[in-house]
């Protein structure tokens, strides 16, 4: 059986936080190293089903390839709702981000990184500009698709009548496939998958773009940005007396 593996570091938790002092800087990167960590659960749990199992043939349709799809779809959710709330705490922390102490945490970012940060920025603070862009879409997919229910009913209604009443008809959608095992791993509703794969289709697929892949890769650079500014942190608080 595996077993993660690290080199554990360490650093004064007075250095993290001062007690007796409020410090927006430390809270900010308190939620940055949170939101790193969640980042990185939802990657590696993309890269075990990958590793583990195999990739569907193109267009086919059984157990397997629904499966597949709607864990990726499901990746994609949760890689969307964790887009959105970095988003918003970029956004409710812009006057510390632009302020001077954290310009020069920000210096330890090398070019391409800072490139990387320096888009991710414009669309958090700014997210009316370039509204075609990826960025912008990923921030404009909310509620309806990751973690919020309740009001998703209209939204949903009207992705399953697109993919399985107005949708030329394919494999795909000829039915309503769904699996009712005796356990949790052999049941599953997969007509509720290509409900979310017509939503997210919809509102976030640019021309030929795969926006899974490009999600995917999303996360990846966010977590390296966050890595990375959290060194450049850490060397900062541990130059201080």
Known sequence: MNKFTCNLESIPPSKIIDKSNIDDIDNLFLSLGLIFNDLKGIILFNDLIKKDYEKPIPGEINAHSG??????LQIM??????????????????????????KLIEKGL?????????????????PNNNSNSYLSKIARVRSNITYHYDHSGTQLRNSFIKR?????????????????GGTIETTRYFYCDAVIH??????????????????????????????????SYYKYKLSKK
Do not use: C
Request: without cysteine; charged residues 30%; aromatic residues 12%.
């Open 67 to 72: 499966e597949y799809a709607g864990m990726q």
């Open 77 to 102: 959710k949760l890689s969307v709702a964790l887009i959105d709330e970095f988003f918003i705490v970029l956004s409710k922390n812009e006057d510390i981000i632009k302020s001077f102490r954290f």
């Open 110 to 126: 090398n070019k391409e990184l800072k490139n990387k940060w320096t888009n991710i920025l414009a669309i958090a603070l700014n």
């Open 164 to 180: 399985f009443f107005d949708a030329p008809k394919d494999k795909s959608n000829e039915k309503a496939y769904y699996s009712m």
């Open 198 to 231: 017509e939503y997210i289709n919809e509102h976030l697929k640019i021309e030929s773009l795969d926006y899974i892949d490009k999600t995917n890769k999303l996360t990846r650079d966010m977590s390296m940005v966050i890595v990375n500014l959290m060194k």
